[in-house]
């Protein structure tokens, strides 16, 4: 994967990739400023396979979408820097491959991170009703991460009819990641 310099309006972001299999693939461009303050913000990424996980973190990291299917073996990790006022802030982004044989390394994603985007695909509702299992495996690692549910591939969803967009909205309104009943407990 190539490293990626790109303009943002509040300062400057770079990008590294790295796999289970090794270390950093691609290095963040530029030494670090000795007095700017850096912060690291552990992102986890989960949900069935095939509803664009990696993709999404592609796109922000890199910057480029490819529309070939590449499966997630395991975990893939990904990072972005972008420089806000004096503070350069690193999102470290981990997507666990989506089978249920990876479950097994749920913790790498969950432990530690500030938060969790929980994601489905609009246009496949049996990833949306497995995510309440997933909010459950997860929340056992990690409690504190905030939450976020994640619907992908609109363009697809968009195609739907309305009756269709409509079944699909009641269901994640309210939010699965809601508690059923009492008080929250996120």
Aim: one cysteine or more; hydrophobic letters at 35%.
């Amino acid at each position: 994967m190539s490293n990626s310099t790109a303009s943002m309006p509040t300062g400057s972001s770079s990008s590294s990739s790295t796999n289970t299999a090794g270390g950093p693939t691609n290095p963040p461009s530029g030494a670090q400023n000795e007095d700017k303050n850096s912060v690291v913000i552990k992102v986890g990424m989960v949900g069935d396979s095939q509803i664009g996980k990696t993709s999404l973190m592609v796109k922000y990291v890199e910057g480029s979408f490819d529309e070939d299917y590449i499966q997630t073996l395991g975990v893939n990790f990904m990072e972005k820097t972008i420089s806000i006022r004096n503070t350069e802030i690193t999102f470290s982004i981990w997507d666990l491959g989506g089978q249920r044989e990876f479950v097994n390394m749920l913790p790498l994603v969950c432990n530690d991170a500030v938060a969790i985007l929980f994601m489905f695909d609009l246009s496949r509702k049996s990833t949306l009703n497995s995510i309440k299992e997933w909010y459950r495996q997860a929340r056992g690692f990690n409690k504190t991460a905030i939450p976020f549910l994640i619907g992908t591939k609109y363009d697809h969803f968009a195609a739907f009819s309305k009756d269709e967009q409509e079944e699909i909205t009641r269901q994640v309104h309210p939010s699965p990641l809601a508690p059923s009943d009492g008080p929250s407990q996120r």
